[in-house]
């Protein structure tokens, strides 16, 4: 099963893959939790990455395309996978093209004045990096795993303010990009994740 989860900053693509991807077995690849790896680790491509997240800008094309396409050749991809943050440009998105083909996209709509509040209010595990919002969860370490929570360097206001208009330049487009090909399908992100989860797994039940 190969899918691609589409949706603003603090949709909630994060908390719904982590279910979905343990329901399918599938894979969770995150674009956006790679770099911040290769920034942890210090390597050559997370000092190039630091500096355009920080800002709340995409990285380039050329360095992302590159680092999915290894990733997608990995052992645990085997059952398949699902990609949250990437594509995030029509450039992304035509390069992919030529990787591998795609069974579904899963565009996660969330209303753009929810999205702050969202990500203002996250939380995310050093640990396993499963995400957690304030207004659920008062502690300051992960119920899984027991590692410290931290606020993302990105969830600045003034950065989020700019991850959203970047979003809207760049990447909503892709949603008429894969409507147009027939493998566009919607979710209301805007209901409690459970419900999001089970509007999700009754789409992607059918690809099983
Ligand atoms: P990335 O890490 O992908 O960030 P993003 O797309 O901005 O999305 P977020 O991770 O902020 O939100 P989310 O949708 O995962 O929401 P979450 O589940 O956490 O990218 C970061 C940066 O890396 C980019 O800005 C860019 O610089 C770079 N990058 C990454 N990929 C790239 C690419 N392909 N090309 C170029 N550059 C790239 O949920 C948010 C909060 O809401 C949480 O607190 C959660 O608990 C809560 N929540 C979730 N669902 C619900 C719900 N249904 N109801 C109430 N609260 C909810
Ligand atoms: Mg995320």
């Given at each position: 099963?190969?899918?691609?989860?589409?949706?603003?900053?603090?949709?909630?693509?994060?908390?719904?893959?982590?279910?979905?991807c343990g329901y399918h077995g599938i894979a969770h690849i995150s674009t956006g939790e790679m770099l911040r790896g290769e920034i942890r680790e210090g390597t050559e491509l997370g000092m190039e990455a630091k500096d355009y997240i920080e800002k709340g800008e995409l990285v380039p094309d050329e360095v992302i395309i590159g680092m999915v396409e290894h990733r997608i050749h990995?052992?645990?991809?085997?059952?398949?996978?699902?990609?949250?943050?990437?594509?995030?440009?029509?450039?992304?998105?035509?390069?992919?093209?030529?990787?591998?083909?795609?069974?579904?996209?899963?565009?996660?709509?969330?209303p753009a004045a929810r999205l702050i509040d969202r990500i203002?209010?996250?939380?995310?595990?050093?640990?396993?990096?499963?995400?957690?919002h304030t207004s659920t969860y008062a502690g300051n370490t992960c119920e899984r795993c027991g590692a410290k929570l931290f606020i993302r360097d990105d969830d600045k206001p003034e950065t989020v303010k700019n991850r959203i208009l970047v979003y809207e330049r760049l990447t909503q487009p892709l949603i008429a990009y894969y409507e147009k090909m027939g493998k566009l399908q919607t979710v209301n992100g805007d209901e409690t994740p459970a419900e999001v989860t089970a509007d999700i797994l009754a789409l992607t039940e059918k690809l099983v």
């Open positions: 099963m190969k899918l691609i989860f589409l949706g603003p900053p603090g949709a909630g693509k994060g908390t719904q893959a982590d279910k979905v990995a052992q645990d991809c085997a059952k398949g996978f699902l990609l949250d943050g990437f594509p995030r440009t029509v450039a992304q998105a035509d390069a992919f093209q030529h990787i591998s083909d795609i069974d579904m996209v899963i565009n996660i709509d969330v203002g209010g996250r939380r995310m595990c050093s640990g396993c990096g499963v995400g957690y």
